[in-house]
T-cell receptor, first 115, second 110 residues
């Protein structure tokens, strides 16, 4: 089992450019999460999906961030346009369901640097 | 609002010494508490959760609702315990959202 897969692992772009991150969760996991982790801080939830439905996106900056999970499996997180403050590690995680007791399994993350 | 506080950014101990990583939380309902760990060059992974009441790699954590704490303890630290440790909280009141603390880096010196 490969676990949660994310790509790319690293991305360097100039400000105002668009960027997209891809995540493939563990097979059979209905719930998918995107987190942002700033340097020296813990992960912060951006959006949570139950199958293909976004059930918690209150922390997603909707003016520039968007996400989708069209077939309830893979997901894409997009930033357009990117700003300097978007430099961070973007983590994807999945769990069997959205229960509070569920373990979340994390991918390796995508480290974004905005110049 | 739910909040998790880890007051120590860095904790440095010698091998064989006891370790306690502090975690305090704020939550209006009944919380589910977790400790996640990230070893060097590895992904974030679950270490333990309070509902399991188990010891993992010699670590234990007890939920103290009176003090709203969930400190992580190990009686004898090993060099391989060196890592980043994150305390996290989840609960029904917040739509099952997982909230992380800022993390504590544990360094175990030989």
């Amino acid at each position: 089992e490969a676990g949660v897969v994310q790509s790319p692992r690293y991305k360097i772009i100039e400000k105002k450019q668009p960027v997209a991150f891809w995540c493939n969760p563990i097979s059979g996991h209905n719930t998918l999460y995107w987190y942002r982790q700033n340097l020296g801080q813990g992960p912060e939830l951006l959006i949570r999906y139950e199958n293909e439905e976004a059930v918690d996106d209150s922390q997603l900056p909707k003016d520039r961030f968007s996400a989708e999970r069209l077939k309830g499996v893979d997901s894409t997180l997009k930033i357009q346009p990117a700003e300097l403050g978007d430099s961070a590690v973007y983590l994807c995680a999945s769990s069997p369901s959205g229960r509070p007791t569920d373990t979340q399994y994390f991918g390796p993350g995508t480290r974004l640097t905005v110049l | 609002a739910q909040r998790v506080t880890q007051p120590e950014k860095l904790l440095s101990v010698f091998k064989g010494a006891p370790v306690e990583l502090k975690c305090n939380y704020s939550y209006s309902g009944s919380p589910e508490l977790f400790w996640y760990v990230q070893y060097s060059r590895q992904r974030l992974q679950l270490l333990l959760r309070h509902i399991s009441r188990e010891s993992i790699k010699g670590f234990t954590a007890d939920l103290n609702k009176g003090e709203t704490s969930f400190h992580l303890k190990k009686p004898f630290a090993q060099e391989e315990d060196s890592a980043m440790y994150y305390c996290a909280l989840s609960g029904n009141n917040a739509g099952n959202m997982l909230t992380f603390g800022g993390g504590t880096r544990l360094m175990v010196k030989p």
